[in-house]
């Protein structure tokens, strides 16, 4: 089954650019420019990585990851920073991202920590199966 | 003892900092956009080894974003190179209009962070001053950023540069939610030194919902507060 990735930044040619390499790489992707609709977008669906820019208009990134993790605890986010600083990428994963990258970003590293990405969203989703069972065989007397 | 200078100059470098970490926010994407570029170049010349042809417009399309990218690029580090020599000659003369225009320029990542769409009246003859253009620029952003708290839902500010009698005048149009506590409070304690510094003054006009900045047509070479230290 082919990575569902999103796409997150405000410039538009960077994201329809590197959309078509990783669809070209079998990747389904989705993009968007806009903070506000990315959570929208994220809510309505699933995906096994976000890739989301640090820096967005009208909502900082990090303000956008506190959103979708508290929608949605199991997404992955990656965040790609502008900034070289290490305190950003800590304060991310502190946060709850998976990892950060900064631009100009390496395919074949992001595509690296895409697949890690969906890695642990699949283990975090068995284990939610797992303990949904686990509870309706405590739970239900059969 | 600390002199006026001293204490501008630490908002100066502060305000110096927040530009230049915007500045280079933005050539890293354009780099990014460069290298997305160049990458799918590569992927297509791939695709074109293994026998899948090339299409020759995708890749003058892709010229063309480098190229543009290239120019954006260029006009940033443009602005870069002229906002760090502000500093070089302490006293200049400069055209307003242009200056506020470059003003916006080299914020406009912060300034479009906040979603707030800041524009420049342009004047029908050019309204030259002497001033300490550095300082002016770090007390304009701080008016800015305190400004952009007060639109409302218009989302969006003017700056109108005008004579007046012997002073010029910077009205900061847009406030729409001003209130009469902010006359004390709008602009940072920090602001203060800029101000004196530049000999400029505030005013407010509560009913327009406008701020005023007045400053003198032809600043003098002694700074006031160079010869008067001031404790902090």
Known sequence: MAVKVLLVDDEKEFVDLLGERMSARGMEVSSTTSAADALKIAEEQTFDAIVLDLMMPEMDGLEVLKNLKAKRPELQVILLTGHGTIEKGVEAMRLGAMDFVEKPADL?????????????????VERKVEEKL????????W | MVSLLDTASVEGLRFFGRISASISHELKNTLSIMNESAGLLEDLALLAEQGKGLDASRVKSLGSSIKRQIQRTDQIIRNMNRFSHAVDEPLKEIELVDFLEFVLAVSRRLTAAKGVAITVQPTDQPLMVVTRPFFLHSL??????????????SKALTLMPEKIESDISIRLM??????????????????EPLLSLLEAKIKMDLDQKVLILILPKR??????????????
């Open chain 1, 108 to 124: 074949d590293t992001l595509t690296e920590k895409i697949k890690k990405a969906q890695a642990r969203k699949m283990i975090l």
């Open chain 1, 134 to 141: 686990r509870d309706i065989l405590t739970t239900k007397g």
């Open chain 2, 174 to 191: 847009g406030l729409e939610t001003l209130a009469l506590e902010a006359e004390k409070s709008f602009l940072p304690k920090q602001g």
């Open chain 2, 140 to 153: 304009i952003w701080l008016l800015l950023e305190a400004g952009m708290g007060q639109t409302g839902q």
């Open chain 2, 219 to 232: 600043l003098k070479d002694e700074p006031r507060g160079e010869s008067a230290s001031t404790t902090s």
